[in-house]
């Protein structure tokens, strides 16, 4: 139980220098990210095992290029990046700066989400052609989910920063750090999931 | 108090000699048809001698503390403040680490005599033709034949199908489908099985055998029936609306009768079992 | 989602919410609110499955299909166990309890996130509608609360999605409650209250919380899988497309282990939140206790497989299996012979409460030998899939989850609602109960052993006089329930006031009024460190309650 014990002495720590009061939202936000990340090990399990167990049918085809993952690789290990430095940029009190790193992180995501679906179009079997592809579509379509609500939560971030009453200032950062912590945690699916999907 | 020791000790010999006792006396289960039978039913008086003995000591343990320690009228405060005790929590977790480490070698042992633990090969004896990557899956191998190892038996080969709702067993020796299980008494059977829609699974409560039929994962189960006799073949997974009548008979019958029954439906008579 | 929470006073606890009983139907923030919402309801669909179960006991008392059809009788059964289960114990013993004790356990005004655990709760009603409605559209999902595939694939589709979508909000909510349990006992802690002065029942929420926060997500992604494959025709679970039915059985029940132990870890706690009260005898063995449930929190993870030693698992796993899953009656054994201890030597009130704790301990232990038998392989093969198993967890999550649900209605009543719950009938309710539910579920082992498989409407003849028994035992149930009813009805109307602290206790949710105000307390909250301090009065030095001096109690 090293999760839980970890846990404690961080609260610990925390209860005894600040109000009971505190802003605990974002531990919310990390317990739910556990929980959506068991989400994928399960479907990540599941793929293992078919790969394992079930062979491909005889007839059944079920083929992957890389280039186009590896670019998307790049583009999200990018974003991670630069949405890293947009919020260094807010906790300078860039306000300019960090909108305009947050744009370019949004863009680098739609980037994703625009290849990823060029992947899509270009492949050569369905989401029912065999158990693979279907699996495949499933790993893919359940993670393009998360970029693009990802995507929307950083435009509603960039909208909130650019408001003239300040919602999100570097004393309220809170859905800054979240997106981040959010887009951070998609990224790193991406990579269990391009080192499964593709390189395995 | 050594009075009190006594007691304890004495109570506890009573318990386990009476569950001993009950275990012998009482007939939980149905008729034994297998040979794994009296060794599943040698595990089922184990378990059950712990589990009574267990369950009694505990259930007497809390009815005497509610009447021993019942508030009685006018008695005002609280109990004895005890809270902690090392040595007691250490034995109340040690004691049952053992028995439970015992009782998982037993089962260990007897499923290793049921033929549980034998590797499942798809060659041996069966000679239909098969895929080269088949993987079979569960249910229970070959028992050494150990005692009669100078007259090997000749192994039954019967493929079960299951399918909403009935099973069908097909002889591939003799070419027979038969919606009835005929096997000879005394002789190793050794059944593959996979279904042709959902999920079913081949029950004999008389053999304490049972084993899913999967559509699409071939399963094997092997078994020596002991006794003649007509026992239900029980399907036992949740298969749709006719689950419940989805029910066969497995006849044990003496040698000759089985190849009497052979023969005549057979569609190539010569052959024998 | 702001969680600063002021301190109480009394303009602020009167505005943003509706008071009186209309807030029980309103959008409320308040964790006691929320907690006596879970209950009620989650009592409500608790008839509804009662009623299914009382369905099921009339078809059995024949042996031929004769009072349903037969696919009625499957979806009557599916119904009944995801309801039982999805909507009663797990809402009500995590849900109620939870939200009403927790934050007075950690001495904090209200959860971490009011406003989800508020979202939370709201996902159940619909879902549990939406479920039962099913059965009235176009037929309910028939293919039991397990949803195996294929053969959910192939079952009429409408109520087997239905089924999923109600499942899937079920655990979102589950999912949302889990986080808000972890934050509140770990983020919310009053300052000076260490880990280890927590009153039990946090433990066992938060071991419950991890499990839910780390199986429930599997169960959900298998769901959108399965859906897939009935709505999309993708193949992951259907053979004839190449799919997998093991892989299936795999995932839901690294769900399914766990969620027993969602079941009935939180009832742990329950009880040793109760035993320590009535029998004014602190806790036994404190730590112990504590280490014991993330035993079986981490065990919990790593056994569920032994659902499946008949489908077709390689030898090395199901010995594996084994092994683990008969290790988890050491952690529990721990706990109940720390009960007992507890017990011992004790000044114990016979009341209602108790009774239905002792009656928890001694059917969840021969609920437990059954599981552990049912944990070894070569015994499992033969009574797998049969009433023997159904006998088992009944002795389970009836004989241990509801007991326990019981015995804390008996217990928190006066605190829910101030008033006392009359003790004769209490007890006239116990007596019915642990008859009728002996009657009821105990033949049934006998039933699994001699060959009568579950999920069916029909069955061999030689069973008729012992299905009859249990289902007379199910009617006495079914009895039990009216004088529970009426104790409640009377009690609200004209029961004995019971001041705030009708039974002595030491914990924090005794220390303010009853009900207690909108945020728990009038002034600050007080620190218990010594939440089982019992028979401590000698030592008046240092008194296991620290009372704030600002605290207005009795
Ligand atoms: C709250 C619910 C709950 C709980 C807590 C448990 C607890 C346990 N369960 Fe149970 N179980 C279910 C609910 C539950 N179960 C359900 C719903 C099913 C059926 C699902 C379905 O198919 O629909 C099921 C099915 C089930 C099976 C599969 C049977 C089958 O389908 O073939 C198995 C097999 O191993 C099992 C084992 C156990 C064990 C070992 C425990 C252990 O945790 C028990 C440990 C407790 C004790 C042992 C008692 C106290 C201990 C002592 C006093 C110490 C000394 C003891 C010894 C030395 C033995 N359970
Ligand atoms: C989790 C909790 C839980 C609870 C509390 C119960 C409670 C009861 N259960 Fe249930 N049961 C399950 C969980 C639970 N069950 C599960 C998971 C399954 C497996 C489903 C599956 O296979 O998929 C199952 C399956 C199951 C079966 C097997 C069906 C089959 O395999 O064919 C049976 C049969 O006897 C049964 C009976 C009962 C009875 C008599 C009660 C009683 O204790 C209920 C008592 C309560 C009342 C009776 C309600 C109050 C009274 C009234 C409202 C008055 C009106 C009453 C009548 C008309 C009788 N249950
Ligand atoms: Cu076939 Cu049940
Ligand atoms: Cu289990």
New interface residues.
């Given amino acids: 139980m090293t999760a839980v014990s970890s846990l404690n002495e961080k609260s610990d720590e925390l209860t005894s220098t600040k109000e009971a009061h505190a802003d605990h939202r974002l531990f919310g936000l990390i317990t739910f990210l556990i929980a959506d990340g068991m989400t994928f090990a399960g479907f990540f399990a599941a793929y293992l095992t078919f790969k394992a167990?079930n062979?491909l049918l005889p007839d059944a085809i079920y083929e992957l290029e890389l280039p186009l993952p590896t670019l998307n690789t790049i583009l999200l290990l990018l974003s991670s990046a630069t949405f890293h430095k947009a919020g260094k940029a807010l906790e300078e009190q860039h306000a300019k700066r960090c909108q305009n790193w947050l744009l370019v992180t949004a863009g680098l995501g739609v980037a994703f989400l625009i290849s990823q679906m060029v992947e899509y179009f270009t492949l050569p079997f369905g989401l029912t052609d065999n158990l693979y592809a279907s699996t495949f579509y499933a790993l893919t379509g359940f993670h393009g989910l998360h970029v693009t609500l990802g995507a929307i939560m950083i435009l509603i971030v960039w909208w909130q920063t650019r408001s003239p009453d300040g919602r999100i200032t570097n004393v309220n950062k809170f859905p800054l750090e979240a997106a981040e912590l959010y887009w951070h945690f998609v990224d790193g699916i991406w990579v269990i999931l391009f080192i499964i999907l593709y390189l395995l | 108090m050594p009075t009190t020791a006594i007691y304890t000790i004495l109570i506890s010999l009573a318990l386990i000699v009476g569950s001993i006792w009950a275990s012998n006396s009482l007939d939980?289960?149905?008729a034994v048809a297998s040979s794994?039978a009296p060794?599943?039913d040698e595990?089922?008086k184990v378990?059950f001698v712990?589990?009574t003995v267990?369950?009694i000591g505990?259930?007497g343990?809390?009815i005497y503390?509610?009447i021993q320690?019942?508030?009685r009228p006018g008695?005002e405060?609280?109990?004895?403040?005890?809270?902690?005790?090392l040595p007691?929590?250490i034995f109340?977790?040690a004691v049952?680490?053992v028995v439970?480490l015992f009782?998982?070698l037993y089962?260990?042992d007897?499923?290793n005599r049921?033929g549980?633990?034998?590797?499942l090969s798809s060659d041996s004896h069966s000679h239909h033709s098969m895929s080269a990557?088949e993987?079979l899956?569960?249910?229970?191998g070959e028992v050494k034949q150990e005692e009669n190892e100078s007259e090997v038996l000749p192994v039954i080969n019967v493929e079960l199908s299951a399918m909403q709702f009935a099973f069908l067993f097909n002889y591939p020796k003799g070419e027979i489908i038969s919606g009835e299980l005929h096997v000879p008494v005394g002789y190793p059977v050794r059944m593959r099985m996979e279904s042709k829609?959902?999920?079913h699974?081949f029950?004999v409560?008389e053999f304490?055998?049972?084993?899913?039929v999967?559509?699409?994962?071939p399963?094997i189960l092997n078994f020596t029936p002991t006794k003649t006799g007509k026992y239900?073949i029980?399907?036992?997974?949740?298969?749709?609306?006719?689950?419940?009548?989805m029910r066969s008979t497995v006849v044990v019958e003496e040698p000759d009768e089985y190849i009497a029954w052979f023969q005549k439906n057979s569609k190539s008579p010569d052959i024998e079992a | 989602m702001s969680i600063s929470i002021p301190p109480n006073t009394e303009s602020n606890s009167k505005k943003l919410q509706p008071t009186g009983w209309l807030r029980y139907f309103s959008f409320s923030l308040d964790h006691k609110v929320i907690g006596i919402q879970y209950l009620i309801c989650g009592f409500l669909f608790y008839l509804i499955g009662g009623v299914l179960a009382g369905a099921i006991r009339i078809e059995l008392t024949s042996p031929m299909?004769d009072f349903m059809?037969?696919?009625v009788?499957?979806q009557v059964l599916t119904l009944h166990g995801t309801i039982m289960i999805f909507l009663w114990i797990v809402p009500v013993v995590n849900g109620a309890f939870g939200n009403y004790l927790i934050p007075f356990y950690v001495g904090a005004r209200d959860m971490a996130f009011p406003r989800l655990n508020a979202v939370a709760f709201w996902l159940i009603p619909p879902a549990g509608l939406m479920l039962i409605s099913s059965y009235f559209i176009n037929g309910a999902a028939?293919?039991?609360w397990t949803a195996?595939p294929?053969?959910s694939i192939?079952?009429p589709a409408a109520g087997q999605i239905i089924w999923i979508i109600s499942v899937l909000l079920l655990g979102g909510s589950s999912i949302f409650g889990g986080i808000n349990f972890i934050a509140t006992i770990l983020k919310l802690r009053q300052p000076g209250l260490k880990l280890m002065q927590l009153p039990m029942y946090c433990w066992a929420m938060l071991g419950t919380s991890i499990l839910v926060v780390l199986s429930t997500p599997v169960l959900a992604g298998t769901l959108i899988l399965l859906s897939f494959d009935i709505v999309a025709h993708t193949g992951f679970f259907n053979?004839?497309l190449?799919?997998?039915?093991?892989v299936y059985q795999h995932l839901f029940w690294f769900y399914s282990h766990p969620a027993v132990y969602i079941m009935v870890l939180p009832a742990f706690g329950l009880v040793s939140e109760i035993l320590p009260v009535h029998?004014?005898?602190?806790?036994?063995?404190?730590?112990?206790m504590v280490y014991s449930i993330m035993a079986i929190v981490a065990l919990g993870l790593i056994v569920w497989a032994h659902h499946m030693f008949?489908?077709?698992?390689?030898?090395w796993m199901?010995?594996f299996f084994?092994?683990a899953t008969?290790?988890i009656?050491?952690p529990t054994?721990?706990k109940?012979?720390?009960w007992?201890?507890t017990?011992?030597?004790?000044?114990?009130?016979?009341n209602s409460a108790?009774l239905f704790s002792?009656g928890f301990?001694?059917n969840f232990?021969?609920g437990g030998?059954?599981g552990?038998?049912l944990a070894?392989?070569?015994?499992d093969?033969?009574v797998?899939?049969?009433y023997f198993v159904v006998a088992h967890f009944h002795y389970i999550v009836y004989g241990g989850s509801v007991f326990v649900i019981f015995s804390s209605i008996y217990h928190w009543f006066p605190k829910f609602t101030g008033k006392m719950l009359d003790d004769n009938i209490g007890k006239l309710h116990f007596i019915l109960t642990f008859i009728g539910f002996n009657l009821c579920f105990a033949p049934q082992h006998?039933l699994g052993?001699?060959?009568m498989?579950r999920?069916?409407?029909?069955?061999?003849p030689q069973f008729t006089f012992v299905n009859q028994i249990s289902s007379v035992g199910a009617l006495l149930m079914a009895l039990s329930t009216l004088p529970f009813l009426w104790n409640i009805i009377n009690s609200l109307i004209n029961g004995k006031e019971s001041g705030p602290n009708p039974w002595k206790a030491l914990t924090s949710e005794w220390l303010t009024s009853s009900p207690p105000p909108v945020e728990n307390w009038i002034g600050e909250a007080p620190l218990v460190t010594e939440p089982?301090g019992?028979?401590?009065?000698t030592k008046n030095s240092n008194s296991p309650v620290q009372m704030n001096k600002k605290q207005e109690t009795s």
């Fill in positions: 167990v062979p | 939980f289960l149905p794994n060794i599943y595990l089922f378990l712990i589990g267990l369950f505990m259930t343990l809390v503390s509610l320690f019942r508030k008695q405060g609280d109990g004895l403040a005890i809270e902690e005790n007691l929590e109340w977790t049952p680490a439970i009782v998982g089962s260990y007897i499923y049921m549980g633990m034998q590797l990557q993987r899956w569960g249910g229970i829609d959902v999920i699974a029950w409560p304490r055998l049972k084993q899913d999967i559509p699409g994962q399963t239900p029980i399907c036992a997974e949740l298969c749709g609306p006719y689950h419940g009548g | 299909s059809a037969r696919d009788y499957n028939q293919s039991g195996y294929p053969l192939t079952t053979p004839t190449g799919g997998n039915v093991i029998c004014r005898k602190p806790l036994f063995g404190y730590s112990t008949t489908s077709g698992t390689p030898p199901r010995l084994t092994i008969a290790f009656a050491v054994g721990i109940f012979f720390n007992v201890a017990l011992w030597g004790g000044r114990i009130s016979i108790i002792c301990i001694v232990i021969l030998i059954t552990v038998a070894q392989v070569p015994f093969v033969h797998h899939d049969t006998w052993l001699n060959g498989p999920r069916v409407a029909e069955y061999d089982y019992y028979g401590h009065k």
